[in-house]
């Protein structure tokens, strides 16, 4: 079993630092990647990325802000493991962590995991304080967490594990942020899969370090629960209402003393004695003990009165959640300008020159598309903003003009493709391998091999450059995309494609759709690409180019 960890982050380099140098120390001895999505951030880490890949197998990818579900998302769907083990960017890693896993997945397989989370001696007062808020068993956290002991385990994603193989059936995280934890696991049982805990695979886990982002962070755990109830009326639990009951409670028992009966205040007063107390022995600290009281009870308010509100709207008004609460939906990735799923690997590819010297090579960007997409024109448009582009068709032409290889092509095809000057007579030879796909990839044996070498020398020459493209039809087809850090996938509707081809070539219509039949198809490009330009109109393309350029230099 290979292990992908994925990490999304957003501006917090120094949590990035802290995890990756957790992770430096396990004890686990078996390879394992991490990959690290950027989601949009404005302060990258980056730099903290390049630090570690000499002692990490490890990936960085930066995107526009989608979220953290649909960051997870793309970093499995780029990940080269079977399973994938998910942390929050806030978390330090136990040394034994991943031995823990392993050890619990041998002993029962299941498609799906959560942890728990402790705290950090080197922790604030105030993170041990909400840490123990959400984790005790007098509290919130301890509620639903002893609940689920005795049902299903909804796992949380600061700490949590997934199959391949359940992700690619569920699709991952959705967009609602927070609550895509228990959606997901909601989707996996719905599909046939398991959930458990691993009660050994804890993480130390810091959650929010002061009181206004922990308070806005528990009522938005408030406002998500029911619309998740809406979503799934079969999962509903009476411990979702136990914060709000609280509430109830503490508002009644107020108003209970102006009729003379304080009981209920002092109850109240009772269980805050007692949270006190064992938050203080717990923690050894009176301090966090007394934190500890006003984290529980930001926990109980916060969470109990959204909920409410939120029941109210959703379940009884009936309101569209997304209109009432869109702060609680990312826009994923596929409704920007274009289809942006990330960007590229931190750890610079490597190629061989002819004297056997290893040289690093600048980030390789594949520009592909089908036969009239206009992938040229784009290729040219960015040569204009004098980015260095290999578009492959000309340089194959140059390649197809030596020597060695004219002559390896007329012993497969025959002299009769050749012209009287012993060159190639490329009508011909476009005759012979459009409408035959075995004939096609003959003919792909020979040229591809000394295009790639080529290619790489092109790469020298370029090697001081941020970045390179390389323009392809064929990237998926040669396996070029595998010396690719990312690809971009050009797209258009098919008339206008066959409309181009037409003003262009000599040709007929049927010729170029069999050529188009020949190739992939526009999704299988898109499915396997992290960008997708729309190429209709051109004025609006060299927008959707020049955005893309803007992602790709933040990166640098």
Not at 308 to 333: A, G, M, Q, T, V
Not at 442 to 449: A, G, R, T
Request: with cysteine; proline share 4%; hydrophobic share 40%.
């Amino acid at each position: 079993m290979f292990f992908s960890i994925i990490i999304p982050v957003y501006n917090r380099p120094d949590e990035i630092d802290e995890l990756l140098e957790s992770l430096v120390k396990t004890s686990y001895s078996k390879e394992f990647e991490i990959v690290i999505v950027e989601d949009g951030s404005e302060t990258t880490c980056q730099n903290i990325v390049e630090k570690y890949k000499n002692m990490l197998l490890i990936s960085y990818y930066y995107k526009p802000n989608s979220g953290p579900g649909d960051s997870r998302n793309f970093g499995m769907k780029n990940a080269k493991g079977d399973y994938f083990i998910i942390f929050d960017s806030d978390c330090i890693i136990p040394k034994d962590y991943l031995n823990e896993v392993e050890n619990a997945l041998d002993e029962k397989f299941v498609d799906c995991f959560g942890g728990p989370d402790k705290a950090l001696k080197s922790f604030s007062t105030i993170q041990k304080a909400i840490n123990f808020a959400m984790t005790s068993f007098i509290t919130t956290g301890g509620i639903r967490g002893g609940s689920e002991k005795i049902d299903k385990f909804q796992p949380r994603s600061f700490n949590m594990g997934i199959s391949k193989k359940a992700f690619e059936m569920s699709k991952g995280f959705g967009n609602i942020h927070p609550g895509e934890d228990p959606d997901l696991s909601i989707r996996l049982w719905k599909l046939g899969f398991d959930t458990r805990l691993f009660p050994k695979a804890f993480v130390y886990h810091k959650r929010r370090i002061d009181w206004e982002k922990f308070s806005i962070q528990v009522s938005k755990f408030g406002k998500a629960r029911p619309i998740l109830n809406s979503w799934y009326p079969e999962y509903k639990k009476i411990t979702y209402w136990f914060p709000s009951l609280f509430v109830i409670g503490l508002v009644l028992s107020f108003l209970s003393v102006f009729l003379l009966f304080d009981w209920g205040l002092k109850l109240y007063f009772v269980y805050f004695v007692c949270v006190f107390l064992l938050a203080s022995i717990q923690n050894k600290s009176v301090i966090i003990g007394g934190l500890s009281v006003i984290a529980v009870w930001k926990q109980f308010f916060g969470y109990g009165v959204s909920f409410l509100e939120s029941h109210f709207f959703i379940s009884i008004l009936k309101r569209d959640p997304k209109k009432k609460y869109p702060k609680l939906f990312f826009k994923i990735s596929e409704e920007n300008h274009f289809e942006e799923k990330g960007s590229f690997v931190t750890e610079k590819k490597i190629v061989e020159n002819t004297d056997d010297k290893i040289l690093r090579i600048p980030k390789i960007i594949g520009l592909t598309g089908g036969i009239g997409s206009g992938k040229t024109t784009i290729a040219q448009y960015l040569q204009s903003k004098g980015v260095p582009v290999y578009i492959s068709d000309v340089e194959a032409k140059k390649v197809m003009e030596q020597p060695e290889i004219i002559s390896k092509i007329a012993v497969v095809f025959g002299n009769d493709i050749l012209n009287s000057d012993r060159t190639i007579n490329r009508d011909k030879l476009a005759a012979l391998v459009f409408k035959d796909s075995e004939q096609l990839k003959k003919l792909n044996s020979i040229v591809h091999p000394a295009v790639k070498k080529h290619f790489k020398n092109w790469v020298l020459e370029h090697k001081n450059a941020p970045f390179i493209f390389k323009e392809t039809a064929i990237l998926f087809e040669s396996g070029g995309y595998k010396d690719c850090d990312m690809i971009v996938t050009v797209t258009a509707p098919t008339e206008n494609r066959i409309e181009r081809v037409l003003k262009r070539d000599n040709t007929t219509r049927d010729k170029i759709i069999q050529r188009m039949n020949n190739q992939l198809s526009d999704e299988e490009r898109k499915e396997r690409s992290q960008f997708v330009i729309n190429n209709e109109n051109f004025e609006n393309t060299k927008k959707e180019i020049d955005q893309l350029l803007s992602v790709l230099l933040k990166t640098q």
